[in-house]
């Protein structure tokens, strides 16, 4: 199993312009996370899906869309990009329930200038 | 407000000895608390999970304690080594079927040989 996978793994953007980062897993899970990390302010919740067809805004979703029309993946994208969205970027994956692990990918590194 | 604090300073502790790590938390009622372990350029990777009801868990040289009176999760490694070197994040799941996990920012552990 490949667990999860980001798509891409480095991106440099010009303010305005869009963009979409793509997670993957193959562990058929139920629930997906897209997080941002700041230097100092720790993982901040961006949007979750809780299934197929889903989605819900975390804590910082200002700037962000997503979307999960299959179940394997969940998508992040970025419209008009700001300087203030340049930050590491994870997705995440559990199984189902409250009590579960969360599943990290390996991060996408985002800079907009 | 909810808050969780963990402290920002790094600890820095010679190999051999027992490392402590603190999560304070205060406005939750957490139902479950996590710890994950993140390395540099990686994505977070999880640890252990504590119930609400349950004093102590341990799994080989890991330990952690959930006081819900203080509002406060230990995290311990014994004889630790320097691959132990690495941030760790507290994460709380709160009661009521809430599938949002709240991180704190992360303590950094320096363990020197």
């Known amino acids: 199993n490949a667990g999860v996978t980001q798509t891409p793994k480095f991106r440099v953007l010009k303010t305005g312009q869009s963009m979409t980062l793509l997670c993957a897993q193959d562990?058929?899970?139920?629930?997906m996370y897209w997080y941002r990390q700041d230097p100092g302010m720790g993982l901040r919740l961006i949007h979750y899906?809780?299934?197929?067809?889903?989605?819900a805004k975390g804590e910082v979703p200002d700037g962000y869309n997503v979307s999960r029309l299959k179940k394997q993946n969940f998508l992040l994208g970025l419209e008009s990009a700001a300087p203030s969205q340049t930050s590491v970027y994870f997705c995440?994956?559990?199984?189902?329930?409250?009590?579960?692990?969360?599943?990290f990918g390996p991060g996408t590194r985002l800079t907009v200038t | 407000s909810q808050k969780i604090e963990q402290n920002s300073e790094a600890l820095n502790i010679q190999e051999g000895k027992t490392a402590t790590l603190t999560c304070n938390y205060t406005?939750?009622?957490?139902?479950?608390l996590q710890w994950y372990r993140q390395d540099p350029g990686r994505g977070p990777v999880f640890l252990l999970l504590?119930?609400?009801?349950?004093k102590e868990k341990r799994k080989e040289r890991l330990k952690v304690t959930f006081d819900t009176t203080l509002k406060q999760s230990l995290f311990h490694i014994t004889a630790s080594q320097p691959a132990d070197s690495a941030t760790y994040l507290c994460a709380l799941r709160l009661t009521g079927g809430s599938y949002i996990p709240t991180f704190g920012r992360g303590t950094s552990l320096i363990v020197h040989p």
């Open positions: 504590i119930r609400e009801n349950e």
């Open positions: 406005n939750y009622s957490p139902a479950y």
């Open positions: 562990m058929n899970h139920e629930y």
């Open positions: 899906s809780v299934g197929e067809g889903t989605t």
């Open positions: 995440a994956s559990s199984l189902g329930l409250a009590i579960d692990e969360q599943y």
